[in-house]
């Protein structure tokens, strides 16, 4: 059973930074796309950044390229999200997911296909 975990989310003030970690179990590592998104209240889910398991370049949306890595660490099978400048904007819950790796190359997308998901942790940025 897959199974996702997130942690590290919290209350920050605005140009601050965050490390949030998500451990996933029950699924082969090479064989696997990472991402992480968010969602604001009264807002749709939006995808944050995305990278393929096994290494690769990753990808981020407009909103937080520039402050913000995806990273991974095979050993421990966790997907780190380091947020700097943290904005009020950046408020949310925060989901990591996984879903199957497709394309080659190893890039992963955020609009590629991921079915698991985590229950989420808060970021609350306060300016």
């Known amino acids: 059973q897959v199974q996702l975990m997130e942690s590290g989310g919290g209350s920050v003030q605005a140009g601050g930074s965050l490390r949030l970690s998500c451990v996933v179990s029950?699924?082969?590592?090479?064989?696997?796309?990472l991402g992480w998104f968010r969602q604001a209240p009264g807002k749709e889910r939006e995808g944050v950044a995305s990278?393929?398991?096994?290494?690769?370049?990753?990808s981020y949306a407009d909103a937080v390229k520039g402050r913000t890595t995806i990273s991974q660490d095979n050993a421990k099978r966790t997907v780190y999200l380091q947020i700097n400048v943290l904005k009020d904007e950046d408020t949310a819950m925060y989901y990591c997911?996984?879903?199957?790796?497709?394309?080659?190359?190893?890039?992963?997308?955020?609009?590629?296909?991921?079915?698991?998901w985590g229950q989420g942790t808060q970021v609350t940025v306060s300016s």
């Open positions: 997911a996984a879903g199957p790796y497709r394309r080659r190359g190893g890039i992963c997308y955020l609009d590629d296909e991921y079915v698991y």
């Open positions: 990278m393929y398991a096994g290494g690769g370049a990753p």
């Open positions: 029950g699924y082969l590592w090479r064989s696997i796309c």
